[in-house]
């Protein structure tokens, strides 16, 4: 497997064709991953906003004093989400697409001051238009992943992880497959589309001189569809989720 | 950044000098991580063990039938733990090292059947013994990475995680750092362990033709020191396994 950066992708504007992009500044070969980080896409796709623009309600001006934000931010936050799942000391929500972290994955870093960015509306649709581009231009037969970074349980620290898929499973199915002893595998769902991701942000770096675009190549994934939603645990079956809740009703 | 397995690894036993085995079947450059599963490591410590040499208590006989699983396996589990945060649906531990896992990480897979293997007792004492024996045999400078699989919040499926670590800080810290804007970054602290515990299970599969080594070449994360402890979230700071706790007071 290998792992290589996108050299001299330009500041991304509204408008701009990330798909054009890419193709003019390397070559793509079939089964390559596109991993692309989230903000170009959102920008791309136009999605910033000013909180001058921004009026907040009074459950935003709540937690945002909890937390010594703008309470026209924790607006933002809360027009993203269909769930608040914490909201002091940290202020984890899910989004109206099922994603879950914190802020609802807004973004104040690498964008005009003044902006904040926002997750694109739809990233598996998002990929698939990049994909479909990449796609045309090229004649090859490419997979590619929309990726953010999320903190996790129990651990210190982000990783990048994928929010939209083209033509790949987030989840390798294991099932019913044996072992060395011919036992059947305990561990049958492998989060790829994360692996993928999380390997991709080791070169994408975070500052001044961030990589959005990496190609992961050697791997064979590429699949006729794919949701990100696949990866999404079902709300009956998230028992995190309800120790939040849990903590949320008896306060901390 | 180039990934790829170390071929024809044998069946590993008890008493295995895994160094000298990897060493014997490809070349080392300065900077690889050398990433290992960690069934292997357990292996060569000789941590199986057998159910029946276990006489399992009340509370292991009562988390026993709400799964339908072995009172006795059930006991190893809470051997190896020093909190239950969760008996059931699943079974979640914290284990005696700080780690956050299914069932104490206790593997019924790739092991002679009627054997139970462990996690190592210290994976970053494993890490340092298996680093400093391929420095010594190599004469070049490497990290090693222990990992094992584990589920995450929210979301379905296993990742490729650090257990340990030899000679890399499992958190490359962003701090202070700006963004192409100048403004200070929002996302400081990358756990860069995982996202290269993750790359690399992307080539080591789970089933009878996993392949337990990975080399990871072409990253300069080498540390003169590094400790899987520096990953672990204080228990103050943690609001999942608060929002657990709070679970097993209230019931579910």
Not at 136 to 153: E, F, L, P
């Amino acid at each position: 497997m290998h792992v290589f950066t996108v050299e001299n992708i330009p500041m991304i504007k509204k408008g701009d064709d990330i798909a054009s992009i890419i193709c003019e500044r390397t070559s793509i070969e079939d089964n390559d991953v596109i991993v692309i980080a989230s903000t170009i896409v959102a920008k791309a796709e136009g999605r910033m906003f000013r909180l001058e623009d921004i009026i907040a309600g009074d459950e935003a001006k709540q937690i945002a004093d909890k937390h010594g934000l703008d309470a026209r931010f924790v607006q933002a936050v809360l027009n993203r989400s269909r769930e608040i799942l914490v909201d002091h000391p940290i202020f984890l929500v899910e989004t109206d697409n099922g994603h879950v972290c914190i802020k609802a994955g807004i973004d104040e870093s690498n964008v005009d001051k003044g902006y904040m960015i926002d997750l694109p509306v739809d990233s598996d649709k998002s990929a698939k238009n990049i994909g479909e581009g990449i796609e045309n231009w090229t004649g090859k037969k490419v997979s590619v992943i929309v990726t953010d970074t999320n903190g996790r349980a129990f651990k210190i620290g982000q990783t990048g992880i994928a929010i939209g898929v083209y033509r790949i499973h987030p989840i390798k199915n294991w099932k019913g497959q044996r072992d060395l002893f011919g036992n059947i595998l305990a561990v049958t769902e492998e989060a790829i589309a994360d692996e993928i991701a999380g390997a991709a942000n080791l070169l994408m770096g975070e500052g001044d001189g961030g990589c959005p675009v990496v190609i992961v190549r050697g791997l064979e994934l590429r699949s006729q569809d794919g949701s990100i939603k696949e990866m999404y645990r079902s709300d009956r079956e998230d028992i995190i989720k309800k120790g939040l809740r849990c903590l949320g009703k008896v306060g901390d």
